[in-house]
């Protein structure tokens, strides 16, 4: 008969596992489309359930639970090998799972009932979580490993306690005091290693998901802090961070600034509808970052206006790189099928030091916009006299749009 300390004993590893069960719901509720962890959270549900059940039932009546109390133990293995495949993007193999819980739970109940063999029935029943949790195992092994250490670790941690769920029973079997022959008793070497090694790994996993969970919030946090959501470019304010920091290397310079702006985007706009506009905004940060190299920045300032900060390039070669990237927006026919190509007007200014950006942002724009009152589709360079025309295109410009429509 148990008393009543004896019950908070024997389910004192079920709380600490429906008390991880709980951390990992209210992870799952920050970040609801990181399922592996409500997965994992079930998984630690089932678990604490089957073994609270297998703690407190008397031996004589256990025989007759058997089927109910593993099966609740396989579903949380099978929880748990979901939530790895989840995590690693692989298939989970829930068919075959299947089939291991059935054919578990057959030879448990034969070894139960039948032929009372418990040495076989701890085997089975330990082959039989084992295979469920190394289901994804192989196509996870496969993929390339992950780049991440507490990703690397997690992996091997669960391969590890799936190998050790197989080799338990042999483990116990020859270190144990009294072997196998009293693993049934809730208070024998087999049923407590059973306990700790659940306890151990499952607060590893926890750990471990925790730690990953904040960073890839924090992550995530900081790119929609610092990206344009439409064009997943900069932002103004992380251009400003980034460029301070390239400034300061010495080993990038040359380098100079870019201020381009689509023309005429407002008609864009009202001829085509604002989801096109969007869309051509899309392209035309794709054109972008598809001329630039590793070191350089691209960032839209607002509204149709990118920003450039271009590495290791004097005037010269960065008057080449506007000119590239006019030609490839002028040739794509993907987004507006129909009528005039999409230009843009280009301001270009040099940069010596992280003390002259604002003043050479200034200076980039004034001739952005020098480059669109001389008739836009122009690059307009630092130095270079232009003339002080305004010359407003305004008339073929309206006209062919019109037609486009
Ligand atoms: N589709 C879309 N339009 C935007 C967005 N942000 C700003 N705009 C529009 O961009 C247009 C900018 O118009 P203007 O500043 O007159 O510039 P423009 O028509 O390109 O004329 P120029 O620059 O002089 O060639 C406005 O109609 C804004 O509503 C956006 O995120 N998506």
Redesign the pocket.
Known sequence: MHTSNDYIYVLMPSLSLLFLAGLLGVCWITQRRQHFLLWLCSAYLLTAVSISIRSVLKLEVLSHYVVLVNALFLAGAWCMSKSFSERRRVVAHPLAALVLCVTTLASLYYFALFEQNTIRRLHAFSIGVALILLLPVPAALKKAPPRDWLDRTLLWSYVSYAVFTMLRPTLVAFFGQHGLSDAMQANSTYWLTTLMSILLFGLLFTVLICAVTIRETVTQLRTERDMDA?TQVLNRRAFHEAAQQRLGDQRLYPMAILAG???????I?DRWG??R??E??QLVSSILKRNVRNHDLVARF???EFVLLLTHLDLQGAEQVAQRIRQELSNDKQVLTQGPGLTL?FGITSIANSSQLDGALKQADELLYSA?NAG?DRVHVEGRFYPDICFEYTLPADEALASAT
């Open positions: 439409l702006d689509i023309d005429h985007f407002k008609r706009n604002h989801d506009g969007d051509v905004l607002g509204g149709e007007s669109k836009r």
